[in-house]
């Protein structure tokens, strides 16, 4: 009995140190695990770093094409703008060339009604054809804006309007400066002088 007691106690150590030893072993395993947690942990965070990195550029990238959008928008609009502005003056300036080649005919039925006393002498019914046909024409430029410039006696001289094309004296101070008559009938549009009446203006000696 004695020696199975021995025996029985002998084995006890052994068992004790298996069980340590697995133990250990355990244990030593638990830490590689937290290690690889750690390892884990540093990537994850690398990871949403880098993320974050891309993220920015992504907003800055996204700012740039955006800011660069509005600006071709901008320029865009604009060139509208002075397309459609140059389109109006271009329009303006083909109606001022066509009236103004239209003028000389103005001038020669001025000139045939600058005689009264001839003029009436002219048949009756031709005479009122050619008057309808010179109204005709007046009402037309006028449809387009057209606007005759015709200064009278004693009308303050217009270098913007009226073109001197001789002068007679002056009778008074007052007068000196001023229209005498006018010799060809000025047209405009608006405030854009197509051709400037040609006047005779009194001078002071």
Partial sequence: ???????????????????????????????????????SDNQSKDTVSRLREKLKQCVSEKQEYLDGWQRAKADMVNTRKEFARERERMKERTTEEVIASILPVLDSFEMAFADKDKWNEVEEQWRSGVEHIHTQLVN??????????????????????????????????????????????????????????????????
Avoid: W
């Fill in 1 to 39: 009995m004695a020696d199975t007691e021995d025996k029985e106690t002998q084995q006890d150590p052994e068992e004790n140190a298996t069980v340590d030893a697995e133990t250990d072993g355990e244990y030593v395993i638990e830490e590689e695990n937290d290690g690889d947690h750690t390892d």
């Fill in 140 to 205: 037309v430029l006028k449809s387009h804006g057209v606007e005759s410039i015709i200064p009278g006696e004693g009308d303050a001289f217009s270098p913007q309007q009226h073109t001197s094309v001789d002068t007679m004296a002056a009778a008074s101070a007052d007068q000196d400066d001023t229209v005498a008559r006018c010799e060809k009938t000025g047209y405009r549009i608006g405030d854009r002088i197509i051709r400037s009446a040609n006047v005779v203006v009194y001078k002071s000696e």
